[in-house]
């Protein structure tokens, strides 16, 4: 399927919008990953670890929201748009992305 976060697609012609369709993941770091980006932090550099993670929960919200447009019957989803977010405190980060587009059928 293809997704894009351009309005449309070069060569292909939107039939019709079947709707908003989005993803959402929401993944747990652990103490460990959490100390050590903390030193990351510090010393400066990038963290693996963060970046690891990220990369699964994007991956998974992008699955959840092709899924749904599958259901909904589309070719492809148009206007994709990807949000991360970082929620926790001092003991437990979360990473968050959520992913909406709007799934299209293609002619």
């Known amino acids: ?3 894009t976060t351009t309005s ?3 060569g292909k012609r939107i039939v019709s919008y079947l709707g908003i369709v989005s993803g959402e ?3 747990g770091t652990n103490i460990f ?3 050590f980006a903390g030193v990351r932090d510090i010393v400066g550099g990038r963290s693996a670890a963060y970046e690891e993670e990220i990369a699964k929960a994007r991956e ?3 699955f959840e929201m092709r899924a749904r447009a599958q259901a909904a019957g589309a070719d492809a989803i148009v206007g994709v748009n ?3 977010e970082s929620i926790g405190g001092d003991s437990r980060t979360l990473l968050m992305v959520s992913v909406s587009g709007t799934a ?3 002619g």
């Open 82 to 84: 990807l949000d991360t």
């Open 33 to 35: 990953k959490d100390l």
């Open 25 to 27: 993941s929401i993944m």
């Open 60 to 62: 998974s919200a992008l």
């Open 8 to 10: 449309g697609i070069e």
């Open 1 to 3: 399927m293809i997704m």
């Open 104 to 106: 299209v059928k293609l």
